[in-house]
Every structure is written in C-alpha cells, then in structure tokens.
C-alpha cells in the first residue's frame, strides 16, 4: 500500500457482547491523534461473562443501564451511535483505519452493524 501522507491515521478498537461476529457492539472508540470518539451502545443480547470479564462491561436490561467495572455509564441506540463514528471519520482527509485484529473481527462486525442499518 502506498501512502501519499495526507492520510489520517484513526484507531479504533469495538467492545462487542461474545466473541462471534454476529455480536452485537457495546463500546465504539476511535482515536486520530487529537480527538477521541468513545461510545458506549445500548446492546439487544447479553453480554456473555468472557466478554464482560474482558470488557468490564455488563448491562441491565430491567433499567436498560449499562456499567462498566460496576459503574454506571451512558450507553445509546446502534444507529445514533454509527452515524456518530460515520461522521467522526468522513471528517477526516483520507482516514485509515487501523487498530488489533480489526481485519478478521472489528471490520466484519462493524459492517454487518452497517448493513443492519442501511448506513454507507
């Protein structure tokens, strides 16, 4: 790949309900040097207890609240929160996005959640 240097480097990392790719996103972070995007997603299944042990993330759905390492946090709708990140990148000149393991996992689930949701 070759680069020009007027790419923006974004990392971003996604924090989802299991280890599948059909799981569904709980946290969204992005990083470009400067500012950061971090949202926490409203998720329709349970988060398994491998994912919030890693995670620290678990959800009540009686109260619709999520908690991270116990503490309440403010988590939102999956669409509010990928129209968010869609326009966090699209204002970036020529963003690439890297982070760990993103190719085989964050990717796949971030455009399936894409699809789901009729978004670009």
Do not use: W
């Amino acid at each position: 790949m070759k680069f020009e240097g007027e790419e923006s480097v974004v990392v971003f990392d996604l924090e989802t309900t299991g280890l599948s790719r059909k799981s569904d996103i709980t946290q969204l972070a992005a990083f470009d040097g400067t500012t950061v995007f971090n949202e926490y997603v409203s998720p329709r299944k349970v988060i398994s207890p491998k994912s919030s042990e890693i995670t620290g993330l678990t959800f009540d759905f009686s109260c619709d609240q999520m908690y991270h390492h116990g503490k309440p946090v403010k988590s939102r709708d999956i669409q509010i929160v990928l129209l968010e990140f869609i326009d966090f990148i699209s204002k970036k000149k020529k963003p690439i996005l890297f982070g760990h393991n993103i190719a085989s996992f964050d990717i796949p689930i971030l455009m399936n959640k894409l699809r789901q949701h009729s978004l670009p």
